[in-house]
């Protein structure tokens, strides 16, 4: 693996404690892909003769979590910014060419109950490159506990595959980092319920379908673990993002790396539904992959492109659907 694909994090921080556990996967990040680390704070309002103070205290900390981070032996630099967190941060990696984000799910200004912060649903937004949320330790819409920042090790890591192009790019992302941290890999399918009455015709239909998913991820962990990673499959049945989340806490998963977008579409200006669910209510990490900065591998893309289309074309009960690829697959 081309230890490239991470060379550069940006940390956003506002000194947070959802931000201080950001701090400690950055860490183990930087070190595990020997990537420089840029600390980056955003002051919502310009500075005045009042809050020279309170700048001044700014600097003094940005530049201790510097030196902490440095004394992982990882470079480590500090900038700053004034205006709308979200958007500076987005501008900032892009300026700064940033091969991943890293920030906490919620900021000091936090709701409980689990949901996505303002800047971090910006950022997962606009982000010109992979963005890692990590989720503060005690949620009560989650019976789950999140892992001590001291004891950050990821050792598993989810994979939701719908077949999609940006299924497709966050796969590529899960492997690169798979194959970094020596990680293993759990490749998730999600088979949505039809809501229609049921016959014998569609339940035949539907165990075709489950077998050809099944068959497909079958090919794809053997892909996988031809590149000498560690790789098992789950096909499930229900809602999407329940089933990604169940699927996390079942498999014991310290990661989940998925697309901003699946099968659904781009349509819409936010994340989609299913990313933002599970940005919602995750107990571990979360990395979302909307603009991947590496290329995917054609024995990968080989995987998703080798259903008939004729049976497509025909719309064969339980068939799977050709996915075209924009990049020129």
Known sequence: MDQSVVSRILFATDFSESARLAQAYTEYLAVAFKASVIVFHVTERPSSPETGPKDQEIQSRLHGLQEKIRECLVTASVRRSIGNAGDEIVAAAHQLHADMISMGMQGETHVP???IGATA??????NPCPVLTVPLPVKQASPCAFTAPDDVRIQRILAPV????????????AIQLAHRLRADLVLLHVVEPAHADWDLHRMKGAAQMRHQWDARLGDLAAVVKSSGLSATYDVRTGVPSDSILAGALQHRCDLIVMGTHGRRGR??????????AVLKQSSCPVLTVKNPKFARRPAIQTVFLTQSDEAAMKGTPGSIPRVKNDKGG
């Open 113 to 115: 109950y689990g949901l």
């Open 121 to 126: 649903q910006t950022v997962t937004t606009g």
């Open 162 to 173: 719908d077949f999609s192009d940006p299924s497709l790019d966050s796969l590529e992302c």
């Open 267 to 276: 349509e819409r200006t936010n994340v989609g539904s299913v990313a933002e």
